[in-house]
């Protein structure tokens, strides 16, 4: 379980951030995390996983506090930033081995992970390349494979979807179903909102800093699209 309370994460000499962000998610759900550009997603994210401070307010996963046990909450989380910041001295290569060893993976279970997902995301001779060669949807594949080679309990995407070719998109489209159906919780911030109300079974949508949706998917779209409710919220600013 992913339990949020009110998270507040104002940034100084701004009214920007998020306020009071309370959420619950189980394992299993995939949840849509919606809101226009500067509206508080990315800075919520970065709370969640532990790169911004916050104010106030409790994040817990499997009973574990983020304040209080911040390694123990990273080892089971895994994160994909809409911008992939990687080493581009490395091999791709070497950055999953290294990925690898802060996770504490054995090097046969490394292994069986990357013979799966190198093949299932086309990399090829590619994986042994510098970063510093790939291109942006290559980079963005590379971090998937690292989020995802420990088995993660929670797994947050920023915009993920950006740069991926089709064939990335199918494949990251139905490794979040498979991860949820094995019980794992999915936080999955974007703005394709067509692809959001098909694989998502929860919503929060937040304006100006503030929760103005947190609801399941079925109960919004029995009133309206996810498209019409966004519009509706943003149209008046």
Request: hydrophobic share 40%; glycine share 8%.
């Amino acid at each position: 379980m992913l339990s949020i309370n009110n998270l507040t994460k104002v940034y100084k000499g701004s009214e920007k951030g998020i306020r009071n962000l309370t959420l619950d998610l189980a394992p299993g759900d995939i949840c849509a995390f919606i809101g226009m550009n500067g509206a508080g997603k990315t800075t919520s994210i970065k709370s969640i996983v532990g790169i911004h401070r916050f104010d106030r307010g409790d994040i817990e996963l499997d009973s574990v506090n983020i304040a209080n046990n911040p390694q123990e909450f990273k080892q089971m989380i895994g994160y994909s930033p809409d911008t992939p910041v990687l080493y581009g001295n490395m091999t791709g290569y070497s950055y999953l081995e290294l990925i690898g060893s802060i996770y504490q993976i054995d090097n046969e279970t490394i292994n069986e992970q990357l013979n799966t997902l190198l093949k299932k995301l086309n990399f090829g001779d590619a994986i042994h390349d510098l970063i510093s060669t790939y291109s942006h949807g290559m980079k963005q594949r590379l971090v998937l494979i690292s989020i995802l080679m420990h088995n993660p309990k929670l797994i947050i995407l920023d915009e993920p979807f950006v740069g991926l070719d089709p064939n990335a998109t199918y494949f990251l489209q139905e490794e979040m179903k498979k991860r949820a159906a094995e019980g794992s919780i999915v936080l999955y911030s974007t703005h394709v909102l067509e692809v959001a109300e098909k694989l998502c079974n929860k919503v929060v949508m937040i304006h100006d800093g503030e929760v103005v949706v947190n609801d399941t998917m079925i109960n919004l779209l029995s009133e309206s699209s996810l498209g019409e409710k966004f519009r509706s919220i943003t149209a008046h600013g």
